[in-house]
């Protein structure tokens, strides 16, 4: 069989897997298996199934082989690294790296594990998370539980090692525990997880920006980034470093955090995390925690925006947030995003979702003429 006709057999193959799954998980495995339970209960019945489905080696070799979706036009190169495309799943749902050998075999380009802490953190009093399908989003109270970044980090060096085509990122924050003291506390505590986290992955997020913490976002402030990173840039690490920004502040603050970053070893910014205002939506107020999803997406999108015109010579960009279909991510990579990440629409459209992307963003590119996506970041920025 030539490469041409095994290429059409693949894609015509991974189009039928994809669209099988798309109507099974609408009308089966969301409404049966997801939806049934709580948020938290389907959230760690999927680590499970994850930690569980990755032992089994023909069933990963069936998910490379029907879902994986590939094209040449988006494989990229972003701060000195090469992606099989710019789709990653973003920080806060892998919390202990049980999921890369799956979401390598399904076709992620890259997956961001974490955010891991410098001490075994609890996380706050359940429940975690809400549902909001209304509004395409989830209300995440989680307070960065995990297992800590000692024990954290040997995972994630394992499955980077042994990841097929996916690179792996870890995102470190500060641990939110009854021991959280000042800001040199603080930033004592990234230092030893950046250490721990130092030529152990293919990228670090540096977490400054969690809602659902004890002492709030310290690091938000230009005068504590500034020390933070201070301290940061003594660790030797070989790994491009990236900086998961705050979603709320207005456009002049966010700039001066963007300045203080570009003074020190920062390869680029992820933006951004979870929103805080739930002004023009019905919320409970006893419901705790920050937006995800569709509410974040048009300021994300213009904050995107801005960075890049002001900054993306010096910082890369990768955009997070209300991405849920492969239109929504290419005005992210439009406005300026190399990278594109995801976790709502994994949720709520299901596993596939990763393919769906993959396709229409291949379409979309040669629809305008480009040979390759890292030819349509920023042109309407």
């Given amino acids: 069989m030539s490469y041409v006709s095994s290429n059409y057999w693949h894609d015509a193959v991974n189009k039928v897997a994809t669209d099988l799954m798309t109507f099974g998980y609408k009308h089966v495995v969301k409404p049966h298996f997801v939806f049934n339970h709580t948020p938290d209960a389907a959230h760690e019945q999927m680590i499970a199934f994850c930690a569980a489905t990755k032992q089994i080696q023909p069933l990963m070799w069936l998910l490379r082989e029907t879902l994986d979706y590939t094209d040449p036009s988006l494989e990229t190169e972003a701060m000195g690294l090469h992606f099989a495309n710019p789709f990653g799943l973003s920080a806060g749902l892998d919390k202990n790296c049980e999921m890369p050998v799956l979401l390598d075999n399904a076709g992620f380009g890259f997956e961001t594990v974490g955010s891991t802490t410098s001490r075994p953190c609890p996380g706050n009093a359940r429940p975690w998370f809400h549902r909001l399908p209304e509004y395409d989003s989830m209300l995440v109270h989680v307070g960065l539980a995990n297992a800590g970044s000692e024990s954290v980090m040997k995972v994630v060096e394992r499955a980077w090692r042994e990841a097929k085509t996916m690179q792996l990122s870890v995102s470190i924050a500060r641990t939110n525990d009854e021991l959280t003291g000042d800001l040199a506390e603080g930033i004592d505590d990234y230092r030893i997880s950046m250490e721990r986290a130092a030529g152990r992955s293919s ?47 207005p456009w002049e ?26 002004s023009g939506l019905e919320i409970p107020r006893d419901w705790k925690g920050g937006l995800s999803g569709s509410p974040t997406y048009a300021r994300g999108n ?13 910082l890369t960009i990768a955009g997070v947030g209300g991405v849920f279909t492969a239109e929504q991510a290419y005005e992210k990579i439009r406005f300026g995003s190399s990278l594109v990440m995801f976790i709502s629409s994994l949720m709520y459209r299901g596993p596939q979702q990763i393919s769906v992307l993959k396709r229409g963003l291949a379409e979309l590119l040669a629809a305008d003429g480009f040979e390759h996506v890292s030819e349509a970041v920023g042109i309407d920025a």
């Fill in 253 to 278: 603050q966010f700039r001066e955090l963007l300045q203080v970053l570009c003074e020190h070893r920062v390869d680029g910014v992820t933006i951004a995390n979870l929103r805080k205002d739930r």
């Fill in 302 to 314: 213009e904050l995107i925006r801005r960075t890049y015109r002001e900054f993306g010579d010096r």
């Fill in 203 to 249: 990228m670090i997020e540096v977490n400054i920006s969690c809602p659902n913490t004890k002492v709030g976002e310290p690091f938000g402030d230009p005068d504590n980034l500034d020390k933070l990173f201070a301290a940061l840039d003594q660790v030797d690490r070989p790994q491009p470093v990236l900086v998961k920004m705050p979603f709320d502040l």
